[in-house]
């Protein structure tokens, strides 16, 4: 599983927005950009909400592979670029960013029993970029060819 979050990326609303992509056997099983209920305080804040919405759908896609003899047992890699996402996520409870709702400390739940391993991954590699800003067509293609999606029509070259 792959996350990441743009903070405060809304001009309006100074909401953010996280992209989550669910990947099983070299293909993409899951895809979703998703604008964050709330305004997040910092960047870690948000990153952690990205990463809180990976780790379900991370549980959601192991227990339907398991369920279907797809997937035997194994911990839930779930990639991101966040060094402050990954150390809220791997403490106990809020520590010093207090307003975390009780939903967001799930994800702590899954770190700490394993089935979720948190993997810092370098963030011109992180797939889940290609859903949270506007990106030029170099990095798009470069991002899609990872994901092993090709363009069934070229591109206008205006792009």
Same mark, same amino acid.
């Given at each position: 599983?792959?996350?990441?979050?743009?903070? =405060?990326?809304? !001009?309006?609303?100074? !909401?953010?927005?996280?992209?989550?992509?669910?990947?099983?056997?070299?293909?993409?099983?899951? =895809?979703?950009?998703?604008?964050?209920?709330?305004? =997040? +305080?910092?960047? $870690?804040?948000?990153?952690? =909400?990205?990463?809180?919405?990976?780790?379900?759908?991370?549980?959601?896609?192991?227990?339907?592979?398991?369920?279907v003899g797809l997937l035997g047992t194994f911990p839930i890699e779930l990639r991101t670029d966040s060094s402050a996402g990954i150390a809220m996520c791997r403490r106990k409870g809020p520590g010093r960013?207090?307003?975390?709702?009780? !939903? +967001?400390?799930?994800? +702590?739940?899954?770190? $700490?029993?394993?089935?979720?391993?948190?993997? !810092?991954?370098?963030?011109? +590699?992180?797939?889940? @970029?290609?859903?949270?800003?506007?990106? @030029?067509?170099?990095?798009?293609?470069?991002?899609?060819?990872?994901?092993?999606?090709?363009?069934?029509?070229?591109?206008?070259?205006?792009?």
């Amino acid at each position: 599983v792959w996350t990441d979050s743009d903070w =405060a990326g809304c !001009k309006t609303s100074r !909401k953010s927005t996280d992209c989550v992509l669910c990947m099983f056997g070299g293909s993409v099983v899951y =895809a979703s950009s998703k604008t964050q209920a709330f305004v =997040a +305080q910092s960047s $870690g804040e948000a990153e952690m =909400a990205g990463i809180h919405r990976g780790g379900l759908v991370g549980v959601f896609c192991q227990n339907f592979l398991q369920e279907v003899g797809l997937l035997g047992t194994f911990p839930i890699e779930l990639r991101t670029d966040s060094s402050a996402g990954i150390a809220m996520c791997r403490r106990k409870g809020p520590g010093r960013v207090r307003h975390l709702s009780v !939903k +967001q400390l799930f994800i +702590q739940e899954l770190v $700490g029993s394993k089935r979720v391993v948190l993997v !810092k991954w370098p963030g011109e +590699q992180n797939l889940a @970029d290609i859903g949270t800003k506007v990106l @030029d067509r170099k990095r798009t293609d470069f991002l899609l060819g990872r994901m092993h999606i090709v363009r069934a029509m070229p591109a206008p070259s205006s792009c």
